[in-house]
């Protein structure tokens, strides 16, 4: 990798991924049951069954961190591996903010790579678009991976890495 790109996470069968946790619609009362692990490749996994029950019907993983200035870079890039699922990948600029910018990718069941621009990720708080601009801020301090699309399913991603250029 060259000096334009900066590394969110890199996994590896020896990564820390205490900063990682998954939350589910258990929040409000839902039964889906997400998981994450480092699996025997030594790729993030994160899987599990999402459930419809109780108005449920989501599952997430989420990363935080020290914040990054990202105002260099244009895209986030992703390195995943899923079956053909729906998921979005999310950003929030600052902790604080109890909504986050949203971009939608679809998987294929092959290893992809997903670039997905910055200045296009929508600001979203529980499933609404806001209309407040979308990503234009210099950092980072949390990234995550939902998996909700209304309908109840088992689901794998692998995640190999994720960083900026």
Do not use: C
């Not at 000096?3 to 205490?18: R, Y």
């Not at 009362?29 to 025997?40: D, P, T």
């Not at 992809?112 to 200045?119: A, E």
């Not at 991976?145 to 250029?165: M, R």
């Amino acid at each position: 990798m060259s000096n334009s790109n900066q590394v969110i996470f890199d996994f590896k069968s020896n990564s820390d991924i205490s900063n990682w946790s998954v939350l589910d619609d258990v929040v409000m009362g839902g039964r889906s049951n997400g998981n994450f692990k480092i699996n025997e490749n030594g790729y993030g996994e994160f899987y599990g069954n999402v459930s419809l029950e109780n108005n449920g019907g989501f599952s997430s993983l989420r990363h935080r961190f020290s914040s990054i200035e990202i105002k260099d870079f244009k895209e986030v890039v992703l390195r995943v591996k899923g079956g053909a699922k729906k998921y979005q990948f999310r950003i929030k600029d600052t902790l604080s903010n109890q909504y986050s910018f949203v971009a939608n990718f679809e998987t294929n069941g092959e290893w992809q790579i997903i670039k997905i621009s910055l200045s296009e990720m929508y600001p979203a708080f529980r499933g609404r678009k806001l209309e407040i601009g979308n990503f234009s801020s210099e950092n980072i301090a949390e990234i995550a991976f939902l998996i909700g699309n209304k309908t109840a399913e088992n689901f794998k991603l692998e995640i190999d890495k994720i960083y900026l250029q």
